[in-house]
């Protein structure tokens, strides 16, 4: 069993920052890559950023040049800075690991359970 536990979301003004965690435990094989997804009452979820195996990363346009997406092998763990905030970017963010847990099995996502953030005077 894979269980992915996110942390760190709250309430902040806009321009200010916050930094997401999202740590798994259980047994991994491989890991393929590491994705963050949001979204917002009445809306559907959407890409937030992304980051493969060999370190690539891939923002959505709305959060590119504010945000960064970063992981700890060590510690299997993936992380969201979010710089600049903006009411817009008030949602439930997710956590999301594209993982092998056995050789020979096939790759599969796992997700974390959600951290509000919110975004307001």
């Known amino acids: 069993q894979v269980q992915l536990v996110e942390s760190g979301g709250g309430l902040v003004q806009p321009g200010g920052s916050l930094r997401l965690s999202c740590a798994a435990s259980?047994?991994?094989?491989?890991?393929?890559?590491m994705g963050w997804y949001r979204q917002a009452p009445g809306k559907q979820p959407g890409l937030v950023a992304v980051?493969?195996?060999?370190?690539?990363?891939n923002y959505a346009d709305s959060v590119k040049g504010r945000f960064t997406i970063s992981r700890d092998n060590a510690n299997n763990t993936v992380y969201l800075q979010m710089n600049a905030l903006k009411p817009e970017d008030t949602a439930v963010y997710y956590c999301?690991?594209?993982?092998?847990?056995?050789?020979?099995?096939?790759?599969?996502?796992?997700w974390g359970q959600g951290t509000p953030v919110t975004v307001s005077s």
């Open positions: 999301k690991w594209n993982i092998k847990r056995l050789p020979g099995s096939r790759l599969y996502d796992y």
């Open positions: 259980g047994t991994i094989f491989a890991i393929n890559g």
């Open positions: 980051i493969t195996s060999g370190g690539s990363t």
